[in-house]
């Protein structure tokens, strides 16, 4: 590809717009921007703070980056006011504002009197208290998108309003785009509009829908704002009613308001109704990244305006530098299965399904597939068997993938960070990294004769290795995953019930249970003994039964990450991302720089765990914990959680979490705010 690609965006709204400026900034100026804008009104309102970090980081980029724009303004930081009227949302209040402490956002929680004086046309008596964020406020999409497309224009890309009416492709590679008016060819096409079924790509996308009113002039707002400005109080949102109220001068703009809770809209009349449509997937995360089958084809999709730009510098930088910074893995358009793109429930069960719901299985749902999360009222019983004796886990949901062809092992020795030139029957813990040395997945790999059987730990570890597959066509991957399951069968008498599987570490062996020809892998995430069973599909249950007759208890999900958190276990995704090294999140271990060229390795040397500043850090806590909340150490926020269940075998709540390395010490004392209480603990 050209140092300076042709690109063409389809859609000039707000996301357009944004990503052609993003673009031009780096220097590709090649840029064509093809269609209209958004069209309808869209209240603009920007809340910053959200479970996801990087969710929380492209709203901060988007506030701080509109409220430089040129020109008239773009972002008003009035700032956010939550309210809450029963103490389940005002404890769902604290622990927003933890995760607001957690992400660098400055927030306070506030008195229902402080509320009210905030915003005088609240009605105190009603709330129980609020959750104040100064720096949030509104955002006006026409103009912000208008801004950029200046900026963009000004560097030369070009903006025409000429509707797509299909996408050119060649040799599996996007060629350009056809218009009513003509064709625009292209290296790069990238979809902000929902085009991307003009590539054959099935987005998930599910709408919703509002309706948003603006009142006629309200009395109590004569003089307080003008045209410029438009408001100077901050936004309010009630989630118990769907409830947002924002200014517009002397008048209310209106989502699902209340007057229980502003008087003055008793007797507001309606000036104006519009429908607001709100793009939305199925985990309510926005869709970013190329196309599975056809190269150059990029999507920007289903991103909401409060995260406009930063979705655009992410995927600018993607583009342009080859990956972006941020941990983009809960966005990545690779995360939904294909058979599985318009819900996030469970819609596959395994073949063990039937048997799990006669003992009682409690499902949960892992990737689109029903997983038991616990058979009993007690997970922990679950996890203590385990540990006293002997227990199977469902681990069908785990992707599973075979590496074959005679390039199969150059293939995967470059690809991840482990000595994969072992001889057959052998087990290698290993690392997939980003350019940057970042942790983008982790797998375990069993060498079977000349071919490799791969536990990934999600779809995007698929996605990657399919991406950077040899053009020769000498290695070749395929997903077992839909035709097998697998068993983990662990505790310290899984030796005694299973006597004739081997009982060497990190061995991998073809042979039989009973009748079931099974792929046993010696190897344990709990802290136990035992092995993952893998067999096919069709002899699931036959596998399942022969496990039962032989005296092995039935654990779910629940008491597996117990046990996990107990063994020291981290979950790529949750514990690390790809914005962490492998000696930052403690995974120095399986990494082998001696080996020779892995993909990653350059971005490491000179590394190593004594080189970090910050660290992937073990904790106990007195209480429990859930995940996301700040820690303190010495009365300040110095990091985050990132993962916490309580041991179930060990009685203490176990924490991972992110802190500088000189709080890293044993028997270093912290606190965790966990729904706004300072919960005490201590490095591990």
């Given amino acids: 590809m050209a140092a300076r690609p042709r690109v063409v965006v389809l859609g000039a709204g707000l996301v357009g717009c944004a ?352 997983r038991p999360e616990r058979y009993s009222a007690d997970a922990g019983a679950e996890a203590l068997v385990t540990r006293e004796r002997v227990a199977m886990f469902d681990l069908t949901s785990v992707p599973r993938l075979a590496v074959t062809g005679p390039g199969a092992l150059p293939f995967l020795q470059a690809m991840t960070t482990g000595d994969l030139a072992k001889p057959p029957g052998t087990v290698t813990e290993t690392l997939l990294l980003g350019e940057d040395g970042g942790v983008r997945g982790c797998l375990t790999v069993a060498r079977l004769g000349e071919r490799f059987h791969v536990g990934a730990g999600g779809r995007l570890d698929l996605d990657w290795l399919r991406r950077h597959l040899p053009g020769d066509g000498t290695a070749q991957i395929h997903e077992t995953t839909p035709g097998t399951c697998c068993l983990g069968v662990w505790g310290p008498s899984s030796g005694e019930v299973l006597p004739e599987l081997s009982t060497t570490d990190c061995s991998a062996e073809e042979t039989f249970v009973g009748d079931v020809p099974v792929v046993a892998l010696r190897l344990s995430t709990v802290g136990e003994p035992g092995w993952e069973l893998h067999t096919t599909a069709d002899l699931g249950r036959i596998l399942w039964d022969e496990l039962r007759e032989r005296g092995i208890a039935v654990a779910g999900h629940q008491a597996f990450t117990s046990l996990r958190l107990e063994a020291g276990g981290r979950t790529a995704g949750v514990d690390f991302t790809t914005e962490h090294d492998p000696y930052e999140a403690g995974l120095g271990f399986a990494v082998r720089m001696d080996k020779g060229y892995f993909l990653g390795r350059d971005a490491l040397a000179g590394r190593s765990e004594a080189t970090v500043s910050r660290r992937l850090t073990r904790l106990t806590a007195d209480d429990v914990v859930l995940g996301k909340e700040p820690v303190y150490v010495e009365g300040r926020a110095a990091g985050y959680v990132t993962s916490a269940g309580f041991g179930y075998t060990t009685g203490k709540t176990i924490v991972y979490a992110w802190l500088p390395v000189e709080y890293g010490r044993p028997g270093t004392p912290v606190e965790i705010e966990h729904f706004g209480t300072r919960v005490a603990g201590r490095v591990a």
């Fill in 19 to 370: 990503l052609a400026d993003e673009l031009t900034e780096r220097g590709w100026t090649d840029v064509t921007v093809l269609g209209g804008g958004e069209a309808g009104a869209h209240p603009g309102l920007v809340f910053r703070t959200d479970e996801d970090r990087t969710l929380t980081e492209f709203a901060k980029y988007t506030a701080e980056k509109y409220g430089g724009l040129d020109g008239q303004w773009c972002f008003n930081p009035v700032g956010s006011l939550e309210l809450a009227t029963s103490p389940e949302r005002l404890a769902e209040l604290k622990q927003r504002h933890g995760w607001a402490t957690s992400w660098g956002v400055r927030g306070y929680l506030r008195t229902p009197r402080e509320c009210a004086d905030l915003h005088p046309l609240l009605d105190g008596s009603r709330l129980l208290g609020g959750l104040h964020v100064p720096g949030d406020g509104l955002l006006h999409p026409r103009r912000a998108a208008e801004a950029q497309a200046r900026r963009a224009k000004a560097r030369g890309a070009r903006f025409t309003t000429d509707e797509v009416v299909a996408v050119d492709r060649a040799g599996g590679r996007v060629t350009g785009v056809v218009t009513t008016t003509g064709r625009f060819r292209a290296d790069v096409v990238i979809s902000c509009d929902g085009s991307g079924g003009l590539a054959g790509l099935s987005v998930p996308q599910v709408p919703l829908t509002h309706e948003y009113t603006l009142t006629a002039p309200l009395p109590e707002l004569a003089g307080h704002n003008d045209e410029h400005v438009q408001a100077g109080k901050p936004v309010l949102r009630h989630l118990d009613t769907g409830m947002y109220v924002r200014e517009h001068v002397d008048r209310l703009g209106v989502g699902a308001a209340t007057a229980d809770l502003i008087p003055a809209l008793r007797d507001a009349k309606v000036e104006t109704t519009t429908t607001v449509v709100l793009p939305c997937t199925p985990d309510g995360r926005p869709l970013l990244g190329e196309h599975p089958d056809l190269d150059g084809f990029w999507v920007a999709e289903a991103v909401r305006v409060e995260h406009s730009a930063g979705v655009a510098r992410e995927l600018a930088r993607w583009l342009v530098d080859g990956q972006p910074s941020l941990a983009l893995h809960g966005c990545d358009l690779a995360r939904f299965p294909p058979s599985s793109r318009s819900t996030a429930g469970p819609v596959r069960t395994g073949p063990f399904h039937e048997r799990q719901l006669a003992a009682g299985a409690h499902f949960g749902s892992a990737d689109g597939w029903a």
